[in-house]
């Protein structure tokens, strides 16, 4: 794979804004946004509807399912069509979720999505969310983010996205322990490239990450050759 325009990665635990900094990052930087986990998502949207028992699917199986899902470009990002169809809303749904992890963990469909989105930066800069994206997919990437965030936040802020309303404490509880169950599971997946500049968004406004990202990627486009330290 050529790697012929910008590439930026961004890294990150289970609800740590990964898509939702990146899709900002990429308006402004005049990029495409590619979120990573949708593909997973997908994949698994299609594998639901066989009907099929989740806990006897196959890599078989899904990569079978994945030949009804392209990764085409929508408005200034690259999104996940089932049978030629947005499926957006179906993407976070609670079946989709409640399996996309074990989907994500399987090493064939891992590399499988992998090459649909190592593809799209082929054609234009990209700014890319997921796990393993500056550490697997795009080693040799322009600039890699890792953003963090303290569970108990990230559990907020992923319940007033669903709820659309401030959760109080209990359902934040209650969420944590999911988000908290998630990490172990990804664990190997979200791993810190060695040379990713590491963003903790606990106390920081998504407006303030984002220009301090978009700050970040100027000073590499414009950094003279040869040289290899960001100033954070």
Do not use: C
Not at 84 to 104: N, P, W
Not at 111 to 124: F, H, I, L, P
Not at 148 to 177: F, G, N, S
Not at 194 to 209: F, G, P, R
């Amino acid at each position: 794979m050529t790697q012929r325009h910008f590439v930026l990665t961004i890294d990150g635990p289970a609800a740590s804004g990964k898509s939702s900094t990146a899709r900002r990052v990429a308006q402004k930087l005049g990029f495409a946004h590619v979120d990573s986990g949708s593909l997973y998502r997908a994949v698994t949207a299609a594998q639901l509807e066989t009907k099929g028992p989740a806990e006897s699917w196959t890599e078989d199986d899904l990569l079978e399912a994945g030949k009804r899902v392209v990764l085409s470009p929508r408005n200034g990002s690259f999104a996940p069509l089932l049978d030629g169809e947005g499926i957006e809303e179906t993407l976070h749904g609670a079946d989709v979720t409640r399996h996309v992890s074990r989907v994500a963990q399987m090493p064939r469909v891992r590399a499988w999505v992998n090459a649909q989105v190592q593809a799209t930066a082929t054609s234009r800069s990209i700014v890319v969310d997921g796990r393993d994206m500056g550490t697997v997919v795009f080693p040799n990437a322009d600039l890699k983010i890792f953003l963090v965030a303290d569970p108990w936040e990230r559990a907020r802020r992923r319940l007033r996205q669903r709820l659309d309303r401030e959760p109080t404490d209990p359902e934040i509880a209650e969420e944590t322990d999911l988000i908290v169950h998630r990490d172990a599971k990804d664990a190997t997946q979200t791993v810190q490239a060695t040379d990713a500049v590491l963003i903790d968004t606990t106390l920081l406004a998504q407006t303030d990450q984002v220009d301090r990202i978009v700050a970040l990627a100027m000073a590499v486009s414009h950094r003279p050759s040869g040289t290899s330290e960001v100033d954070v």
